[in-house]
C-alpha cells in the first residue's frame, strides 16, 4: 500500500509564492518517477513537472522558470516551489508517483491539495 500525503496549498495573491510538499510512505521504491499534476475547474488533469530520482525534469511550458520541482530520495519526498503565481495557476494540484517515465503518469495520487492564487 502506497500513500501520498501532500501539503502546503493555499490562498495567495498573483504574483506570490507557495511550495507544495508530497510524502510517500508505504511499499514505493525510491527510484521511481515523482511528479505534481494539476486540475483546474472545468478541466482536465495536466503535468506540472515531474523529476526522476537521478534529477532530469519535465516542466509544463506554462510554468517553466515560474515553478521548481525537487525531491529528496532518501525521505521519497517531493517538493514544488511555485513563485510569480497567476490566476491561471488556480487548481487542485495532485502529487503522482510510480511511473519509470517523467512522460508516464505513475499508479498512485495523493488527495490533492488546493492553490487559488487571486486578488
Known amino acids: 500500500q502506497v500513500q501520498l500525503v501532500e501539503s502546503g496549498g493555499g490562498v495567495v495573491q498573483p504574483g506570490g509564492s507557495l511550495r507544495l510538499s508530497c510524502a510517500a510512505a508505504g511499499n514505493i521504491l525510491s527510484n521511481v518517477v515523482m511528479g505534481w499534476y494539476r486540475q483546474g475547474a472545468g478541466k482536465q488533469r495536466e503535468l506540472v513537472a515531474a523529476i526522476t530520482a537521478g534529477g532530469m525534469i519535465n516542466y509544463a511550458n506554462s510554468v517553466k522558470d515560474r515553478f521548481t520541482i525537487s525531491r529528496d530520495n532518501a525521505k521519497t519526498t517531493v517538493y514544488l516551489q511555485m513563485s510569480s503565481l497567476k490566476p491561471e495557476d488556480t487548481a487542485v494540484y495532485y502529487c503522482?508517483?510510480?511511473?519509470?517515465?517523467?512522460?508516464?503518469?505513475?499508479?498512485?495520487w495523493g488527495q490533492g491539495t488546493q492553490v487559488t492564487v487571486s486578488p
Open positions: 503522482n508517483a510510480g511511473s519509470y517515465s517523467m512522460y508516464r503518469v505513475g499508479p498512485f
